[in-house]
């Protein structure tokens, strides 16, 4: 099982563009055994699914997140990163990253999680 | 609004047997696997089930899954307080082309 780490800023202004990285550890990121994802959970609220990436080509992202997202692989630093732009207050959430044996399930790893707090 | 309907709450007493639903569509759980996850509080979730009904190594066979149709259920046998936490039950739904979970369910073990 991979281990994973978020990081990033923890507070962005709204309009502005969101960013993550999710560091892999345990394994290397060039896998074709895993899609490499992203999950949110608003504070006090239920899971949602994000978007996810195989293989650093094939991409998946919610329909209502679609616009604003991209996931990409680096593959020199064995991380994947999430940009989420134009956010606003309700894109304030605890992130995980993850990883799956299917485009969206089972996920079978979670980072720790970060708290982005979207505010001026 | 959930695309998968769970309970938000379900209780039950130490020892006893609870049951979690997740009902969908012929868009996600009736064509695609399911799986179940556990959050206690603070916490990242744990995968506790997948393809409807296998358990990953170290998941105590207390848990166990099942799918029929457009619904899913989580059980729970031999209720501990330890096992009080939100459960989540999640699948990929080819109408959205997307993953999606249930609204999650908090286990109250009283």
């Known amino acids: 099982q991979l281990q994973l780490q978020e990081s990033g800023p923890g507070l962005v202004k709204p309009s502005e563009t969101l960013s993550l990285t999710c560091s892999v550890s345990?394994?290397?990121?060039?896998?074709?055994?895993?899609?490499w994802g992203w999950i949110r959970q608003p504070p006090g609220k239920g899971l949602e699914w994000i978007g996810s990436?195989?293989?650093?080509?094939?991409?998946y992202h919610h329909p209502s997140l679609k616009s604003r997202i991209t996931i990409s692989v680096d593959t020199s630093k064995n991380q994947f990163s999430l940009k989420l732009r134009s956010v606003t207050a309700t894109d304030t959430a605890m992130y995980y990253c993850?990883?799956?044996?299917?485009?969206?399930?089972?996920?079978?790893?979670w980072g720790q999680g970060i708290l982005v707090t979207v505010s001026s | 609004q959930s695309v998968l309907t769970q309970p938000p709450s379900v209780s039950a007493a130490p020892g006893q047997r609870v049951t979690i639903s997740c009902s969908g569509s012929?868009?996600?759980?009736?064509?695609?696997?399911v799986s179940w996850y556990q959050q206690f509080p603070g916490t990242a979730p744990k995968l506790l089930i997948y393809e409807n009904r296998k358990r990953p190594s170290g998941i105590p066979d207390r848990f166990s899954g099942s799918a029929s149709g457009t619904s899913a259920t989580l059980g729970i046998t031999g209720l501990q307080t330890g096992d009080e936490a939100d459960y989540y039950c999640?699948?990929?739904?080819?109408?959205?082309?997307?993953?999606?979970f249930g609204g999650g369910t908090k286990l109250t073990v009283l």
């Open positions: 012929s868009s996600n759980i009736e064509n695609n696997l």
């Open positions: 990436m195989f293989y650093r080509r094939t991409t």
């Open positions: 999640g699948t990929w739904d080819s109408s959205l082309s997307a993953g999606v």
């Open positions: 993850t990883t799956a044996y299917g485009s969206a399930h089972p996920i079978d790893s």
């Open positions: 345990g394994g290397s990121i060039s896998t074709k055994s895993y899609y």
